[in-house]
């Protein structure tokens, strides 16, 4: 073999070398890129979640309503507001729900019901801090502004 062949061949395992592979500071541009995309997923995604619980509450208190209105046919009256949702599970007649017991809100609060002086009702749920008044996801969701 010549010097030259010998040069060549040298030159060749050393370019292979550097040819293959990143650089670390390629590697944390990349994982940044990825952490960034993956922060603005998780962001939405909570979004979404809470938006989701206001929408299940809301959807139960429909059925709570419909399910009141069987009641109040049945038995020619509303329940009290002592007995409450209770009621629509736990009376002489029948279950006018398809549970065995009145679920809590989506933030594992109880829902509550009021008979009202008018006859009417009012059943809500107090949001995410579980307590009257709020805005945004902690805001009430009452019977009276389902459509809100």
Do not use: C
């Not at 002086?117 to 945004?136: E, K, L, N, R």
């Amino acid at each position: 073999m010549t010097h030259r062949q010998s040069h060549v061949k040298t030159t060749r395992v050393i370019n292979r070398g550097n040819a293959g592979g990143f650089s670390l500071i390629e590697l944390m541009v990349v994982i940044a890129i990825i952490a960034m995309l993956a922060g603005a997923v998780g962001f939405a995604m909570f979004g979404a979640l809470d938006d989701a619980s206001v929408s299940k509450a809301k959807a139960e208190i429909s059925t709570f309503k419909t399910a009141l209105t069987a009641y109040r046919i049945t038995f020619k009256r509303l329940p009290s507001t002592n007995d409450g949702l209770n009621s629509l599970v736990h009376n002489e007649k029948r279950n006018f729900l398809d549970l065995s017991e009145i679920p809590m809100d989506p933030w594992g609060n109880p829902y509550t019901y009021t008979l009202e002086s008018d006859g009417g009702f009012t059943i809500v749920s107090y949001g995410a801090d579980g307590s009257q008044g709020g805005d945004g996801i902690n805001a009430d969701i009452s019977s009276k502004n389902l459509n809100k």
